[in-house]
C-alpha cells in the first residue's frame, strides 16, 4: 500500500476511536460524561430499561426541583366513539425511549436546559365522572402551574385539554396552537355531556382559559365540519387541511406567528390531526390529513413562540397496529419536549439540568 493510502487509513482509525465522551459537537460530549456519572438511562438501549418513565426522566413528585412536569391524564370518559385512551401515557412511556436524548437537527438537549421530570399519571378520584376528573386535572395542573412549573400532558381524551387550558390561564387568558381534524367547539351536549371532547376549546374559551383571537386551529377536516361554527363566531382563526395544502408551511407558520405573538400560549396535538394512514391508533382516524413529516415541521416552525405547555391526546393503543401510532407521537413528542425547554429557559433566563 502506498504511503499516502497508510496515512489515510491511520487517521480513519483515529477517527473510529472517537467515542461519545469526545463528540465533535463539545455539549453532547459533556452531557454523556454527565449521564455517565449520574447512571442516567438516557443513552442504554430499550431492553435494559427495567422502568418506562416519559424519555427517560426521572420519575418524581417533587414539583419543588422541576421545570416542566410531563403527565399522565389517562381520562377515559367523554369520548362519543369508543375509550382505551387512558393506556395511552404508559404506551408513550414505553415508546419514547428510542426517541431523545438529542434533537436530531437542532442539536438540542432538553435535559441541559431544564429539569425534566415523570410526574406519573393522575389518579382520578371518580374515573367514570366526567365532571370529576376534569376537576381532578384542574386542580393537578393548579398544583404545578403555582410551583413554576411547565406541564407537557398526556392524555387521555381530548376533554384534558379544557381543565388545563383553565388552569393555565387563571390570570390571563393564554393562546393557542391547536392541531387536530376537529376544532372541538361544538355547542351544546355530545351524547348528553357538556363536557365532551367535541367542545373542549368552547369550554375553555367559555372558562377564561384562551383567548379565541390568539387560536389558531390547523388541519381541520372531515365528517364534522358543520359543528364548529363557534370557532368562526369567536374569531379563532381556522386553517382547514385544504387551506394548509393552498398555503403551504411557510405561510401557514408566518400566520401563526403573527396571531399568537409574542405572550404565553399553549400547544395541543390531537393525534388524529395527522392522516389516518400514518395515524391509525386513534378513536377517529380521518384520512386527508397530515404526513408525519408535515406534522412535524409544522411543530418545529413553532420554535420561538413562548410555549408555557402542550399537550398530546386522543392516542389509542388498543387500536394502534404495531405501535406505529404510539412510535410517532413519542417522536413528536420529544420535538415538544424541546420547544417546552428553550421557551422555558428563555422566559426565566434560567438554565437547570435535569439530574437522575
Ligand atoms: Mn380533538
Known amino acids: 500500500m502506498s504511503d499516502i493510502a497508510d496515512q489515510r487509513l491511520e487517521a480513519m482509525r483515529k477517527f473510529a476511536q472517537r467515542s461519545l465522551e ?3 459537537h463539545p455539549h453532547i460530549g459533556e452531557f454523556y460524561k454527565r449521564c455517565l456519572e449520574e447512571n442516567a438511562p438516557v443513552f442504554d438501549p430499550p431492553h435494559e430499561l427495567t422502568e418506562n418513565t416519559f424519555y427517560r426522566a426521572p420519575r418524581s413528585d417533587q414539583l419543588n426541583i422541576a421545570d416542566i412536569a410531563c403527565l399522565g391524564l389517562p381520562m377515559d370518559v367523554s369520548a362519543p366513539y369508543h375509550g382505551g385512551q387512558k393506556f395511552a401515557p404508559n404506551a408513550l412511556r414505553e415508546a419514547s425511549c428510542t426517541h431523545g436524548p438529542i434533537h436530531d437537527r437542532w442539536n438540542v438537549i432538553p435535559f441541559d436546559m431544564c429539569r425534566v421530570i415523570d410526574y406519573g399519571n393522575v389518579v382520578f378520584s371518580r374515573p367514570h365522572d366526567t365532571q370529576q376528573t376534569v376537576q381532578d386535572i384542574y386542580e393537578t ?7 413554576g412549573v411547565v406541564p407537557f400532558s398526556v392524555g387521555g381524551v381530548h376533554t384534558v385539554s379544557h381543565p388545563v387550558l383553565k388552569a393555565l390561564g387563571r390570570k390571563e387568558p393564554v393562546g393557542l396552537i391547536h392541531i387536530d381534524a376537529h376544532a372541538d367547539t361544538m355547542a351544546g351536549e355530545m351524547q348528553g355531556e357538556e363536557l365532551s371532547d367535541g367542545a373542549v376549546f368552547r369550554n375553555a374559551v367559555l372558562d377564561s382559559g ?6 389558531v386551529q390547523i388541519g381541520i377536516r372531515g365528517f364534522a365540519t358543520h359543528y364548529w361554527d363557534f370557532s368562526y363566531d369567536s374569531g379563532m382563526r381556522v386553517i382547514t387541511m385544504d387551506d394548509f395544502d393552498e398555503m403551504g408551511l411557510k405561510n401557514v407558520l408566518a400566520e401563526v406567528h403573527e396571531i399568537i405573538g409574542d405572550g404565553p400560549c399553549y400547544l395541543t396535538l390531537d393525534c388524529d390531526g395527522i392522516d389516518a394512514n400514518y395515524m391509525p391508533g386513534t378513536q377517529l382516524p380521518e384520512p386527508f390529513g397530515f404526513t408525519s413529516r408535515e406534522v412535524r415541521n409544522l411543530i418545529r416552525g413553532l420554535r420561538g ?5 402542550a399537550d398530546i ?11 406505529t401510532s404510539a412510535n410517532l407521537m413519542a417522536a413528536l413528542g420529544f420535538e415538544i419536549l424541546c420547544l417546552l425547554s428553550e421557551a422555558r429557559a428563555e422566559r426565566t433566563g434560567e438554565i437547570n439540568k435535569t439530574h437522575w
Do not use: K, S, Y
Not at 395542573?141 to 410551583?147: F, G, R, S
Not at 384562551?210 to 387560536?215: G, L, V
Not at 413562540?305 to 405547555?309: V, W
Not at 391526546?313 to 405501535?323: A, I, Q, S, T, Y
Open 141 to 147: 395542573i393548579c398544583e404545578i402551574d403555582d410551583a
Open 313 to 323: 391526546v386522543e392516542l389509542c393503543p388498543l387500536v394502534d397496529v404495531r405501535g
Open 210 to 215: 384562551i383567548d379565541p383571537a390568539r387560536t
Open 305 to 309: 413562540l413562548d410555549l408555557i405547555g
Open 22 to 24: 469526545n463528540h465533535r
